[in-house]
């Protein structure tokens, strides 16, 4: 992976998971909590073109899919 794709999937890991715990009003911890049992961060990481192209509620929806299908 280059620096350049690397950079990119911080920041937008960054972006979704600070628009997530804005929208679901939550802190960090629970954040964390979520992602090690649904590994979201690395879903992010796995796709990060289809993350930069989706606005702010998109990122929120696209993760709340991902969890409810990984239950």
Not at 20 to 33: D, G, M, V
Not at 44 to 60: G, L, N, Q, R, W
């Amino acid at each position: 992976m280059s620096d350049l794709r690397l950079n990119n999937s911080i920041f937008l890991m960054y972006l979704a998971i600070e628009d997530y715990k804005h929208e679901h009003n939550i802190t960090s911890l629970p954040f964390l909590q979520l992602d090690e049992k649904y590994e979201i961060l690395i879903y992010i990481a796995d796709c990060p073109d289809v993350f930069d192209s989706m606005t702010k509620p998109e990122m929120v929806r696209e993760i709340d899919e991902y969890i409810a299908t990984n239950q």
